[in-house]
């Protein structure tokens, strides 16, 4: 059953940076622990499984976990790390969600508006520059850091390179058309070590249902013409 609205649920909006010549805004930084946590509360999400949009481990360590009945709880000291452990299908649902919140039509980027919101206006390989800078986008590490952990490149953005791979909207393009059930990642991980998968035109894909501790999202806003 879904709750009506929590008050709680705004106290963490997302911070948009507006990108690519003014077409649409982009969320500052992949959406937070804490930014999914008020999306679950709201929802009712936090009292039983919903495996299509979520599953989170048992044991500490990303922000959000589950016990044995399902019912899902936040490490508050945590909750500055990207949201993981969430389908594309979860992601799609935040964002509808945040839209109705807030007036406004959200969504996940395309890839091709991930990657020119990554380039700048530079058309950079990373966010960050033309130089793989390896200690600040792939440090040793066996989980996600917090979302605020590298500089903002020249648009505002914060993680674009690294940490943790976000959910895009495309699905993967074969010969024979798009391939069912498959999304595009882009950034690179902490799971990775060589320069090429970090780079702004590199595209990974995953099922769109896995719920790995790697893959995170962010939003975009469309800017709807006056």
Same mark, same amino acid.
């Given at each position: ?49 919903? *495996? $299509? ?8 360590? +990303? =922000? !959000? #976990? ?77 989980? *996600? $850091? ?8 020249? +648009? =505002? !953005? #914060? ?68």
């Amino acid at each position: 059953m879904t709750r009506t609205h929590d008050p709680a649920a705004t106290q963490h909006p997302p911070l948009f940076t507006t990108v690519d010549a003014g077409r649409f805004d982009l969320a500052t930084c992949p959406t937070t622990v804490a930014q999914y946590w008020h999306y679950l509360l709201d929802q009712g999400l936090d009292q039983e499984p919903a *495996p $299509r949009l979520h599953a989170f481990p048992r044991q500490a360590g +990303t =922000g !959000l #976990r589950t016990d044995r009945q399902g019912r899902v709880t936040l490490d508050d000291e945590l909750s500055t790390l990207p949201a993981t452990g969430v389908t594309w299908h979860g992601a799609v649902a935040y964002c509808t969600w945040l839209g109705a919140l807030t007036g406004t039509h959200c969504r996940l980027p395309s890839a091709a508006e991930w990657q020119r919101a990554a380039s700048g206006p530079r058309g950079w390989r990373w966010s960050l520059g033309n130089e793989f800078d390896r200690p600040l986008y792939a440090p040793e590490a066996t989980g *996600p $850091r917090p979302v605020t952990h590298l500089p903002a490149g020249p +648009t =505002g !953005l #914060r993680g674009m390179t690294g940490n943790v791979f976000e959910w895009c909207s495309d699905p993967l393009a074969s010969p024979d058309g798009p391939v069912p059930g498959s999304r595009a990642v882009k950034g690179g991980a902490y799971t990775l070590r060589n320069p090429e998968s970090f780079e702004n035109g590199t595209t990974f894909t995953s099922d769109a249902l896995s719920t790995l501790p790697y893959i995170g999202f962010r939003v975009l806003r469309e800017r709807r013409p006056r």
